[in-house]
Structure formats: C-alpha cells, structure tokens
C-alpha cells in the first residue's frame, strides 16, 4: 500500500521543518497532526539534519565508548561501554543514515564502533544480545555482505541461546537482584535476532526457542486488556509464575509505556516469521490497547505510563512513540482488516509527524547530537528522566525508513 500525499510546504515550513528549542521543559504547545502529510521531502529533510546530528555527536563519543544520553542540566554526554544493552544503537542508527542518505562517513563511524563491539558476541551474561549486536552487526551484514558480520552474528546468536532453559521454556532476562527467574517483555525484542539465527544456519533450535518464549510470555506477561506486566519472576526448577512486578513502571499492576511498544513489535515479528495467527492477533490486540487508551495524547507521544496522570507535567516519552511508529508501520501490511491498517499507518504518520517538529526534535548542535529529546528510560530509578535516549533515535529513523520504502512512491 503506497501513499503519494500532496506536499504543503508552507505548512511544514511553518511548523514541521523548523527545529526545535533544545529546551528540557516539556510545557510547550502540542505539534498539530491532526491531518499528517509525509512526503519524501518530509522524509529527506529529517535523514539530512540527522545526518548532521550526528556528525556533532560524534564528535562527543570516546573511542571505546558508546553514546547513551546526554544531561542537559549538567550540559554532560553519557557514554557507555560495549557490554551495556544499548550500545548497538549507536551504530545501527548510523547505517540507517548511511543507507538513507549515501554519506559515506556515517557508515566508517558505524564501522568504528562494530570494531569495539565485537566482543560481545561471546557475552553470555545478557539477553540483549539482539539489541547489541542484531541492530548494529545485523544492519551492517545486510548492508555490506561483509561475512565476518554474519560470523560475529552467529556466535552472539549462539550465546544468547545459552540463557534459554528448557525448564522454564523461557530465555532468562538478569542474573542480578534477587529474583529467580525474570523475564522481562523487553525481551520479546531479541527474538528476531534468532529468527535470523535460524534462517542463516538452518538450525531450527533458535526458532524453537523464540516460540516457546513467545507463547510462555504470551500466556503470563498480558492482562485481560492486552496490558502487560514488566517482569514476571519463574521457578527455575518447575516453571511456575512466582511473581508479576514492574522494574521500570508506575505501579505492578500499570501499563508502562515502553513495555507495551516492546510487546507490540515483539509479536509483529513473531508473527513475520511464523505466520502464526495467535502472533497476529496478539499484535493487534496490543495495539488497540495503545491506540485507543484515553490516556494516549492527541500527539501520539505517550506519557512515560498509561496510568501516570494526564497532564502538562507528566514525562512523555519518546522512545516508546519512536517504536510505535515502526511496529505499526510493519503491522499494517500484515492485518487483514483494510480499517485496521490504515488506523496503524494513520497513528504512526500522525507520530512521525510529533516526533518531527520542534516540541521533539532538537535543534542542530544541541541535545548532546541526539536526534529526539523527552524520552524516559527509568522514572522510578530517576535515571535517564525527560533526556535523549540513543534507541529513541534508531527507531525514530527505522521508523522514517519503512515509511520511506512502504507507502511512498
């Protein structure tokens, strides 16, 4: 399904063309996309001023380092090292801007970073081994051809499976705190690395995990309202739900907004790669929840939990509006219902739209080279609150790309 808007650019000059003010406050007038009009214009001039974004940003980066955030109060770049689950991010962004724009400099950053980061493809500590090296190593190898990047891929593939027992039929999230067997719907997020996995090697076994998980996260992370619960704790020895809390959420029992976005592009991929129609269903379901909660602003920027308050002063958080966008983008070509696909590629326009314009959308050279601003990464931690977030980034410009490739001519 093409879209060939007609471009009104007087409108976008006037309010989605201009950047934003680089201010940390989020009291400012909602962006109107009552009425979305993404041309490949609109598309063209966000790669070029993200391209520049983030030649500044990475000019802030230490070599052995990754970008995380930036502080805006303390005017302070926050760099990672390679094992924290972000630091794919950095570079994935860079080959999207590569791949969309043809400069050649983004992809030789990119190609920087994988050279620190390869050693993570024998970390069998985390579960975020698709975050880390399928968004980094993943873009590049389907870019590039470059076969090293499938070596690196397999063996980080082969690590991640370490953390699936059959006992629990589930790939264990942290081996830190006092939990026994958590699992986080973050984690729906890494399936797609080994689908991949699967698919290169012809080994079935990465498949198999990926639907066990899916089905055993489907059965006890989701309520009656397709909501889902951050972490549910396993009995390591029989399975069982020992508990359902939240890490990162309002509450235990509250919707927190990033989670519900990892569960809906979870389960669109898993739908993707099996064609299972429990999958689709699933995905559908998790986003009428999003879509049509009455707590979801009118900007399609959610605040940072669906159950914090409705008002001027409740974080929102961009990095779950940033992944929206592309998961329902990509759900939209699979739903059968004609109504309900042009609901998602309407609620995504409408976000790309928000995310694009100044109340978002930093200025050139600020936000720490960050493309987006007000994301939260862990309100109850008050840690990464109202700042820019390096994932915000890569699906703001995922985002823009499947837009780009699927409905415009």
């Given at each position: 399904m093409k879209r060939n808007h007609k471009f009104i650019y007087a409108l976008l000059a006037a309010g989605?063309?201009?950047?934003?003010?680089?201010?940390?406050?989020?009291?400012?007038?909602?962006?109107?996309?009552?009425?979305?009009?993404?041309?490949?214009?609109?598309?063209?001039?966000?790669?070029?001023?993200?391209?520049?974004?983030?030649?500044?940003?990475?000019?802030?980066?230490?070599?052995?380092k990754l970008p995380r955030?930036?502080?805006?109060?303390?005017?302070?770049?926050?760099?990672?090292?390679?094992?924290?689950?972000?630091?794919?991010?950095?570079?994935?962004?860079l080959l999207y801007l590569y791949e969309m724009s043809g400069d050649s400099s983004m992809l030789q950053l990119a190609e920087q970073k994988l050279e620190i980061l390869e050693k993570e493809k024998d970390n069998k500590g985390t579960h975020d081994l698709g975050f880390m090296l399928f968004c980094s190593f993943g873009n590049a190898?389907?870019?590039?051809g470059n076969e090293h990047y499938k070596e690196v891929m397999l063996q980080g593939a082969e690590s991640l499976a370490t953390r699936f027992h059959p006992e629990t039929g589930l790939i264990k999230s942290w081996?830190?705190?006092?939990?026994?067997?958590?699992?986080?719907i973050d984690n729906m997020m890494n399936l797609e690395f080994l689908f991949w996995a699967s698919d290169v090697s012809g080994d079935d076994k990465y498949?198999?995990?990926?639907?066990?998980?899916?089905d055993s996260t489907l059965k006890n992370h989701f309520r009656d309202d397709f909501s889902s619960y951050h972490v549910v704790d396993y009995d390591p020895a029989t399975g069982q739900v020992v508990d359902k809390k939240t890490h990162q959420g309002k509450a235990d029992d509250s919707a927190w907004s990033r989670g519900q976005s990892w569960g809906l592009?979870?389960?669109?991929?898993?739908?993707?790669?099996?064609?299972?129609?429990?999958?689709?269903?699933?995905?559908e379901n998790i986003a009428a929840f999003i879509?049509?909660?009455?707590?979801?602003?009118?900007?399609?920027?959610?605040?940072?939990?669906?159950?914090?308050?409705?008002?001027?002063?409740?974080?929102?958080?961009?990095?779950a509006a940033a992944l929206n966008a592309s998961a329902l983008l990509e759900l939209s070509k699979y739903t059968a219902d004609k109504t309900k696909a042009e609901k998602y590629v309407s609620a995504a326009e409408k976000t790309l739209i928000s995310l694009s314009s100044d109340k978002y959308r930093a200025k050139l050279g600020e936000n720490g080279g960050f493309i987006l601003m007000h994301s939260v990464g862990s309100l109850p931690h008050n840690s990464e609150v109202d700042v820019p977030l390096t994932y915000a980034d890569y699906y703001y410009i995922e985002a823009l790309k499947r837009y780009q490739e699927w409905f415009l001519d």
């Open positions: 989605l063309l201009v950047t934003g003010c680089g201010q940390s406050t989020q009291k400012t007038e909602e962006p109107d996309a009552s009425s979305p009009d993404i041309t490949e214009a609109f598309i063209q001039e966000n790669i070029a001023f993200s391209v520049k974004q983030y030649e500044h940003l990475s000019t802030l980066v230490p070599e052995d955030t930036f502080i805006q109060e303390e005017a302070k770049s926050v760099s990672s090292g390679t094992s924290w689950w972000t630091s794919g991010f950095y570079p994935g962004t190898y389907r870019i590039t081996d830190h705190g006092s939990w026994k067997y958590p699992v986080i498949r198999n995990i990926n639907i066990s998980h899916a592009y979870g389960y669109t991929v898993m739908y993707r790669d099996t064609k299972d129609p429990a999958y689709l269903a699933q995905a879509l049509d909660h009455p707590n979801m602003p009118a900007d399609m920027v959610p605040y940072w939990d669906y159950d914090a308050p409705a008002t001027d002063t409740t974080y929102r958080d961009a990095s």
